[in-house]
Structure formats: structure tokens, C-alpha cells
């Protein structure tokens, strides 16, 4: 296995980090762990869209305009290239002069590239005369190679790939099509449902809020929540509390090589709403594998996982016990279908511990979000 | 004013044809796994035309592997002349621009309606009068109310949509209607979410997609959460919400435009017999 290893990922290029950020910090964070690429938001820069919070909150993206200039200027001085999310879902009239400059201001502060996940706002940007690569979000679901050809049909320079695809699809798929493929490698969650098909909301509202806190003091999404479920024909009860609709992928460390030989542009972590000392140590851990990859190290890649596997890893708050959480479920990003679910995250006590530290991260974070030096 | 039937089962197209529907829609709208053999498709193809029905086959979001599937069926609807098939992945649409008898209507996959979210308090949040407001205009309408959008769509030959029944959003289909699209609206549930790692099948303890026994054709679920008080219905890789269809709302989608409706046959909205349909045809008939 470790010679074919070796075979195919010298065959193939090694693709480009992508990372999320939300804040300047974040920024510098994730470039000096060795992001490729990042990509982020400023949509509540965006009035009428402030209050609706369908899909990802204000906390998501970057507060103004002046700090993605600034995240810009590190990005490019770093040779870093800066996406732009303008994946809204749908675009309407009501929204379409304050997108239409939200996607101005951006393209004055610098940013190379727009991720597009409506026709709407493509047929909109390409109003606008922008001369910018687009990149086509995983919101327009893209599941097969005819899918690819329609958008690049449309004018888009790559395609970031449906989150459920397995690495045989992705492979078939990249070999099929003429743009650059780009998948998601990495989440803190990572979602259980088709992206755009799913109307669970992830970001929270006071009511909702109140609820979920009755629950399980905790911002789990509604698809991570306990179900009872009842059979339609008998209304028997026939699980008391079971995490039914929770089909949520964490981690792909050890599809890596797999993922290469499929020839795609870009490996993505998802997470722009987290914490950047998330989106730092994940950036981190990608970075250090990828790049013994590069060399063709594959003992010490594998030697790499496997720790990783084994260890309490107390850089990473998000991937402690990660056997627990994550393999033994197989909630790996690229495993089969069907996997095991309904088990706690982790231990108890791990889970505890990690959240506590988590807490703490966090709320450093949240102090140091002001004053970041360079 | 149409009336479809529309069922991924063969036993209940059976009965929905023998309905007063005016058209039958088969074939699986959310699960790739779930589409129908060729030779199923031509069973079902050749039982709605003998009745002089209409038949319009519904199509799902596919990988790869089931796109070549899909293409083969394509294909033997082109050369049975007009066909209607609903397509719900931007790959079957580009697939579907060789054929020039197939018709192509957009599927509820592809048109995005923030209102499917069970949670209306986002349009009540304590933000002032205005700032609600706004959001309430954003969260009742489609990805389909700018027209570039329908224009794109428009271009790659759709004219027919399907959309949800949610009578907050009626107002706004009259803007779909206007523009020249054939509204088709889906009578009784919401889809609120869609998976590939199916939920049924991982409750069920069923080990792949490939050997799926496809449990829901017979079962579907029921998912309460007391404390959020939300009722969800799981059926195969899709979590729906439930709406009450009325006469009221029926005669006010009239007025806005709507051209057909459709009733789903399936566990969930337990609608299985020919004279369940009837009785829904009338219960809604202005």
C-alpha cells in the first residue's frame, strides 16, 4: 500500500489548502500554519441580510470592509490568495442592489476570486462586467461530471464539489471534466444533509436559542438533536431519543493519499463561523501531512495518523480523542454511506474537558480578536 | 386546473391512474438509489398512456454512476415523444438539451424556498417593525422571484416549476407565473432536508446503498421533539414537514397562478387508493 501510495501521489500534484477565516487574527493564523488559499465573508455588511440568519450568522464572516483589506494585503504579501463567499443561496430583487455593492467594495479591497452558489447571483456578478474568476459553492450541488459541464458552460473556473460524493465519484468526476474540482476535507461537524437542500437552520435565533439551551446548554445544529421517532402506519413509538438525523463527517486524515490520486485542485476545511484557533490547528495538521505527502514520506504519514488516532491531541480542542469521536464511528469525511451513528460524541469526561478548553480558546480568541500584531 | 399523482412505486401508480387525476408522475424525486429499472420506466411509461394520461417522469439529484442509468431512460422517453420530466440536478438538465422531445420542469431541488425551514419565529425575531418586515419579504420568497435567474433557466428550455405549499409564499408565485413559468405545486408535504447517507437506512441497519432493500417503499417515520415542539417526517433520505392543504388556499394559488397540483403517494400522507385521491381531487376543487 505504501509504494502505491508513493506511485500515485508523485503522480498527481499535491492540491491547494483552503482554510476559512472570520477575523483578521484568523487570517494570520491559518497563512503562517500554511494555507494555500482562504476564503471568507462580510456579509453583514449587508443591511437587509443582518437579520436573516437562514443559514451562517454574522459571526461568520469578517466584521468590515477594512479588515478584509487588511486581510488581503497579509494574504497577498504572504502569497496567499483571498476567496470570496458570495454563496447566497438565492438572490431577489429586494437584496440585489446592496449584494451588487457588497460584491463591489469586495473586488475594490483586492480579492481574487468570487464563490458563487446561486444562477441568480452568476447571471448578476456577469451583469456587473467583473473580470474575476468565479468558483461554483457547493450550494449548486454538484453531484456528477454533467453537472460540472453545465457550470463551466456558465463560465465558472472551478467547482467545489457536494460534500456526499464518494472518492471513486470524486475521481470519476475530476477525470471527466475540464475545470479545476475542488472537496471538502475537514469540519467540525460537517453536515449531515445536502447543503442546500437543507433548511435546519445552523445559525440561531432567540427562540430557538432558549430552546437549545434547555436542552443541552450547547449550539448544536437541530440535525445533531435526539428524535423520538414513531412509526407512520402504527404511531408506535420506536426509539425513546436517538440522534436520527445526525449523518455528520468530521475528518478525512487518512483518505489523504486517496484524495490526491483523485486529481482534485483543492482541499477545503469547512468551518468560517468557528474559531480561528480551530481554523489555525486544523490548517496546521493538513499542512504538516500534506507536506510529507509531497515528499513521498508515507511511513512517517502514516505513523502521523496513526498517533493522531491514538493520542489526546491538546493542540487541537476540536479533535481530542479523535478514535472515539471519529473512527470508531466511522464519521470519516469519505467512508461508506452507512455508517454507525447514534453514539455519543466522545467519553464524558473527554467531552467536558474538551468543552471547558474550547470555552476558554474561544473566549481568548474573542480577546485577542482586537489587537493582533503581525 | 391539472391534478398529478406522483409515486417512486409502481403499485400506487397503478391505482393513481385509475384516479380522476389528469397526469401521473413517477419515478424517485429524492433518492438516486431509488430509480426505476428501464424496464420498470416503460411498465410505468406504457400503463399511463393506455389510460391517455400524461406521464411525466420524476428524476433525483445523481452521482456518476447513476447518471449513465438516467441517460439510457432518457433517452427511451425521447423517442416517445413529448415527455415531461421533472429534474432536480443541474447535470440531467445539461443531459436533457440533446433530446428535443423532452420537456423539462424544474424540481423542488433546484428551486431554493428559505419558508421550507420549520421555524417561522426567524421572521419575528425582536430586531423593529422594519428590519421583520424585511426579513418576512425575504424568507417567503424562491430563488426563482429575480428574473436573470428565470431567464437562465428559461434559456436551457424550462418552463414548468415545482414548488411547496406554504400560502405565506403564494403571493410571490404570482411573479413566477408572470414570467412565463407553468407553477406546479406539491400538495402536502415540505421537504426540509435530503441526504445520501439515508437516515431510514442507517436506523434500519442496512449496510449499503447497492443492497439497499429500500425499506421505505412500505415505511416511513415519524420524529418528535417535544421541547422544540417539531414534528418531521422522515421518509427514505428525506426529512418533510407536513402542510393542510384547503380550499381557501387552493382557490387563492388559483388566483396566483398555479396550473397543476400535485398529490404525493406515498406512506406519509397515507394516500394509497384511487378513491383517496378522488376524495382529495374534491376536497380541494374551488
Known sequence: MDNNDRELTQERPIPKLLSPIRSYEGAVRVIRAGADEIYCGVISEIPSLKHFVLYRGVWCNLPTYEELGRVVKYAHDHG????????????????????KNYIRACLDEGIDALIIGDLGVLSMVKSMSVDIPLYASTYLA??????????????????????QLTIDEIAEIVQKSQVEIEVFIHGLGGCSHIDVSCYLIHAHFPELN????????????PCKLPFEVYDTDNDQLRSNSVPILDAQRICSICDLPMLIRTGVTGLKIEGRGNPAVFQESTTKLYRELLDLLERGQMTAYWKKVESLKRQFIPMHPY?????ESCCEQKRCYYSPFFHAPYKLPVSWHAWTKCQFKTLTMVKNDARSLTGVQE | MKVSVQTDSFAML????ESECDRARFGSEFCEWMIPSLEGLKKAYSLVSDKGKDFIYVTPRVSPSNLEKIQDQLAFLDRQGKIGVVINDLGILNVLEQYQNLKAHLGRQLVYMPARCPWKEITQQPVGFLARRQVAKI??????????TIQLFQKHGISDVDVDWIPESFSYFNFLAKNGLNLSIHMHLVPIAVTRRCHTARFLGEKSPESCSQPCNTQAFLLKHNILRLELHLYGNAVFRSVKPTKKDAKKLIKNGASEFIIGMNPITKVATREKVNALIHSIQP
Open chain 1, 80 to 99: 496567499v490568495k483571498v476567496l470570496l463567499t458570495a454563496n447566497l443561496p438565492f438572490m431577489i430583487e429586494a437584496v440585489e442592489n446592496e449584494i
Open chain 1, 142 to 163: 454538484t453531484l456528477n461530471q454533467e453537472a460540472v459541464a453545465f457550470l463551466t458552460k456558465l463560465g465558472f473556473e472551478r467547482v467545489i464539489l457536494e460534500r
Open chain 1, 210 to 221: 432558549r430552546v437549545r439551551l434547555m436542552i443541552d446548554s450547547s449550539f448544536n445544529p
Open chain 1, 319 to 323: 479533535l481530542q480523542n479523535l478514535h
Open chain 2, 14 to 17: 397503478k391505482e393513481g391512474v
Open chain 2, 139 to 148: 424568507f417567503y420568497q424562491t430563488n426563482l422571484n429575480y428574473i436573470p
